[in-house]
């Protein structure tokens, strides 16, 4: 079993940046394939990024490319996600999820662990 935890979610000024984490447990997270999802009110929890047990491999939605980084450190078993340039449209609950069945896709269906999520709200 696998728990994870976000942090760092919060209110920002529009351009403004703030870095997410997610803490999980288990002697098995190196192992994991790590994403990060969002879901705004009153709308289906969409994909925004994605990183290889390695580290060596990353992959984001296309409305945050270029703005959004994820990273990883196994050895503090710990996910980030750093947000710069944030925008209104980037307000939603951000989750952390971890796919530990190694299918290595985008769809929510592939992950099979999930934190409880975290806040970011970008006031305009």
């Known amino acids: 079993q696998v728990q994870l935890v976000e942090s760092g979610g919060g209110l920002v000024q529009a351009g403004g940046s703030l870095r997410l984490s997610c803490a999980a447990s288990?002697?098995?997270?190196?192992?994991?394939?790590m994403g990060w999802f969002r879901q705004a009110p009153g709308k289906e929890r969409e994909f925004v990024a994605r990183?290889?047990?390695?580290?060596?491999?990353?992959y984001y939605a296309d409305s945050v490319k270029g703005r959004f980084t994820i990273s990883r450190d196994n050895a503090k078993n710990t996910v980030y996600l750093q947000m710069n340039s944030l925008k209104p449209d980037d307000t939603a609950v951000y989750y952390c999820?971890?796919?530990?069945?190694?299918?290595?896709?985008?769809?929510?269906?592939?992950?099979?662990?999930w934190g409880q999520g975290t806040q970011v709200t970008v006031s305009s």
């Open positions: 990183i290889s047990w390695s580290g060596g491999s990353t």
């Open positions: 999820a971890a796919d530990s069945r190694g299918w290595f896709r985008i769809t929510a269906s592939a992950y099979n662990y």
């Open positions: 288990g002697r098995t997270f190196s192992t994991y394939t």
